[in-house]
């Protein structure tokens, strides 16, 4: 099985959110097998894409679960299909199980997501929600995750996450989020998911389907230039457009190989 990894919303090796990119023909693999390979691969996604004819389809699943959208998985199997098995169309139509198509075109240099659009909702601060030492000024949801608004960069930058408090929660994360003073930059974020092995996301594209709603709400732009500050970072493009979140960014290969899964593994998997 081909595999890929390859580091998305980043034109720098060692930066941006690696992902692994898994090429299917036919059949999808059993959910166990799928499973197993993304806890071998240890990402905070692996993507398996099925090539059926002229037709894909994608899931994604963190090192212990399925999860139902993922932004750099995404333009990590756009970006496998562009450069190495030189798929000439302009844009991509992924299909998927839970969120409708989702297309990836290519624009300049960019890769631009065309995700659904989440709906942003203010709410009151809990204290399932207190997982920081600061505390937010305001508090929001989305349809997975909780949203956190800081009163600048710095907290956002400094904040620690209680972890095993953050498992604890009812939705699937939590986005924490400021306005940025850096030349050429809105706002920056970072996301946190314990539930689902990953304690902190390097860049999360499909939370950019919340933050560019609560933003444009914020200024009234519809176009932002975001940062990801985690240890690795990566930049993101943000544009938001009726019920769709276009997102845009780069990506390069770390590295290209087979995967080897011998028949008696599959057949015991497969039970």
């Not at 963190?62 to 756009?78: F, R, W, Y």
């Not at 950019?208 to 230039?225: I, M, N, R, S």
């Amino acid at each position: 099985m081909r595999l890929y990894q390859i580091d998305s919303f980043t034109d720098e090796f060692f930066s941006g959110n690696p992902a692994a990119v898994c090429l299917l023909d036919e059949a999808w693999l059993p959910e166990k097998l799928m499973q197993n390979i993304a806890t071998e691969n240890n990402l905070s996604e692996t993507a398996f894409v099925l090539r059926a004819g002229d037709k894909l389809a994608i899931r994604w699943f963190t090192p212990v679960a399925e999860v139902k959208l993922c932004g750099h998985a995404t333009l990590a199997a756009a970006h496998a299909l562009f450069a190495h098995e030189k798929v000439q169309a302009k844009e991509l139509v992924f299909e998927t199980q839970q969120r409708g198509a989702i297309r990836v075109s290519r624009e300049n240099e960019l890769l631009v997501l065309d995700f659904p659009r989440d709906g942003v909702y203010k709410i009151e601060f809990t204290d399932a929600m207190d997982c920081f030492q600061f505390k937010p000024k305001e508090a929001w949801r989305g349809t997975e995750e909780y949203l956190l608004v800081f009163e600048d960069e710095a907290q956002v930058q400094d904040a620690v996450c209680d972890l095993e408090k953050a498992a604890r929660i009812d939705l699937c994360g939590l986005i924490i989020t400021a306005s940025s003073s850096r030349p050429g930059i809105d706002f920056v974020s970072r996301y946190f998911s314990p539930k689902f092995g990953i304690n902190e996301d390097p860049v999360t594209g499909s939370a950019h389907t919340l933050l560019t709603p609560y933003w444009q709400g914020v200024t009234g732009k519809a176009e932002f230039t975001a940062l990801q500050i985690s240890k690795r970072g990566g930049k993101l493009h943000c544009r938001a457009e009726n019920d769709r979140v276009k997102i845009g960014g780069k990506a390069v290969t770390f590295f290209a190989g087979e995967m080897l899964i011998n028949e008696p593994l599959t057949s015991e998997l497969s039970a």
